[in-house]
């Protein structure tokens, strides 16, 4: 295995580390709009190796500054549901009024390939994911408060005034879901929140049932015999 050089000058041993031939792990990230969220995932995406990002498909128009293909595939209503319909989605829902949906072909191929993989999806896609796949891992991200969330929902500008006002509406059953969630990350500071987010990663990595095979192969270094020293 091989030691990359981190971000932090740390000695860790980075490699995705799942036995050979064993599916990537399946993380799903859930926050209330305005939570940080994608800040989050975007530092943790860049200092962890070995962790791909599956793009939505979502009917959404684009805010400014999003590109197509990196935050979101933008595409209409009557697109999504033919794409819905023909079972190209892993999982979909409504959220504030659009639609939203997942790659099944994107998750698949990665999870097959060994790689570990993020989704940021919203409540009901992480239940619809978990019933699914109950080796999914499940990560809330918490804004520090109502307030703390709504000041960055305005700050950030870029919700029209209801959509703004649905979005905060619906923040509460949101956050309410959090005992649906393996971990909860504080969001109240954008480089500790990242380095626990990363650190969620590793140690899903590090759990026996994934790290058995190099246990195994450790063991068999042993002499069964006592040996002569
Ligand atoms: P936004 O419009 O702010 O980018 O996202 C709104 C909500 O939709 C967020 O909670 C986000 O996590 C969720 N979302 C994004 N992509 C998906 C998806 O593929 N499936 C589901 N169920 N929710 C998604």
Excluded at 180 to 187: A, G
Aim: include cysteine; aromatic fraction near 8%.
């Amino acid at each position: 295995m091989s030691s990359d050089a981190r971000p932090d000058g740390g000695d860790v041993n980075l490699d995705p580390a799942v036995g050979p031939g064993a599916p990537g792990i399946f993380f799903i990230i859930c926050a209330p709009s305005g939570g940080g969220k994608g800040t989050l995932i975007r530092r943790v995406l860049k200092s962890v190796p070995g962790l791909a990002y599956s793009v939505s498909w979502t009917t959404r128009p684009p805010r400014p500054g999003e590109t197509d293909g990196v935050s979101y595939y933008f595409t209409t209503e009557q697109d999504f549901e033919q794409r819905r319909d023909r079972g190209e989605f892993l999982e979909w829902a409504v959220v504030h009024g659009n639609l939203y949906g997942s790659s099944r072909a994107v998750v698949e191929k990665e999870l097959a390939a060994g790689r570990d993989i993020v989704l940021e999806i919203d409540v009901q896609g992480a239940a619809a994911v978990r019933q699914l796949m109950g080796e999914a891992v499940g990560v809330m991200i918490l804004p520090p408060s109502f307030e703390a969330l709504r000041d960055r929902l305005l700050a950030r500008r870029t919700e029209a005034t209801g959509t703004l006002a649905l979005r905060l509406s619906n923040a509460r059953g949101e956050v309410a879901r959090y005992t649906e969630f393996d971990y909860l990350v504080l969001n109240d500071e954008v480089d500790r929140a990242a380095k626990q987010l990363a650190a969620i990663v590793y140690a899903e990595r590090a759990r026996r049932a994934r790290q058995e095979w190099l246990a195994r192969r450790v063991l068999a270094t042993f002499p069964e015999a006592p040996p002569d020293v």
